[in-house]
């Protein structure tokens, strides 16, 4: 059973003329699946393309915080239709993003509520972006109690197992493999490893010892180590575990 990556942005203004190369490779690089993220009404179209394409990829789409100004009347319409698509598995990402911008909290919050209420009528599961806004998010988790997961986890311990507590599942990234991830590590650690995650987060978050290189999902691997250090499993194992929790979660496989 080889790698699922939860959660990956293959798009041609990151990747260029190399996007055709690097997703041909990846299933000879232990790549099994890969869940695209369309996180922009703007990135809808290729994301479609890309898993309509590749038999191994699969999609989510949903309104990324930062877009959340200016979005036109008939977003959820857009969204939906983009959900219908066969290999549309999840809805996200959505959430709350503080970090470059705080003057827009009401705009953000209505556009990650109306998204919730959306995936609660599609039955569909969420993936959650949350930075700096972890008081406002966990309230609407709280509120929907989505199923889903909330993506490149960088809060407390306590605010983990209250997101697992909701029956959420929990994704790092590479950063868990950073010599100052102390945080992510404790984080990791109380979480019970059937609610874990891989996931590059890719181009972005790149894995010692590849930080500040571009990522692709074949860098797992080494976020898959350090994982596995912290639940005491080989990295191999760890990429079977995280396999199979992520296929429970947005295929319903056991």
């Given at each position: 059973m080889g790698i699922f990556d939860t959660h990956a942005h293959y798009l041609r203004r990151d990747f260029g003329d190399e996007l055709e190369s690097v997703l041909e490779e990846l299933p000879h690089k232990n790549v099994e699946r890969v869940l695209a993220i369309g996180c922009g009404i703007d990135e809808f179209e290729e994301t479609a393309a890309l898993i309509n394409r590749y038999d191994y990829i699969y999609g989510a789409f949903g309104i990324h915080p930062e877009y959340a100004d200016g979005l036109p009347e008939n977003r959820m319409e857009l969204l939906e239709t983009a959900l219908k698509e066969k290999k549309a598995v999840a809805l996200g990402e959505i959430g709350l993003d503080y970090h470059y911008n705080d003057q827009n909290k009401?705009?953000?919050?209505?556009?990650?509520?109306?998204?919730?209420?959306?995936?609660k009528r599609l039955d569909l599961p969420v993936i959650i972006h949350s930075r700096d806004a972890c008081e406002d998010t966990m309230a609407l988790l709280r509120k929907y109690k989505p199923k889903g997961v909330m993506h490149c986890f960088s809060y407390s311990a306590e605010t983990a197992q209250?997101?697992?507590k909701l029956g959420m599942y929990i994704s790092f990234t590479g950063v868990l493999t950073f010599k100052n991830a102390k945080k992510a590590v404790a984080a990791c650690d109380v979480v019970p490893i059937d609610r874990l995650l891989l996931e590059t987060d890719c181009p972005y978050m790149s894995p010692e010892p590849h930080r500040g290189e571009r990522c692709d999902s074949?860098?797992?691997?080494?976020?898959?180590a350090k994982m596995g250090e912290i639940k005491g499993v080989s990295a191999q194992e760890m990429i079977e575990i995280a396999n199979k929790n992520g296929k429970r979660l947005f295929f319903g496989e056991e």
């Open positions: 009401d705009a953000q919050k209505a556009v990650f509520t109306e998204q919730l209420e959306l995936a209250e997101v697992i074949s860098m797992i691997k080494f976020t898959a």
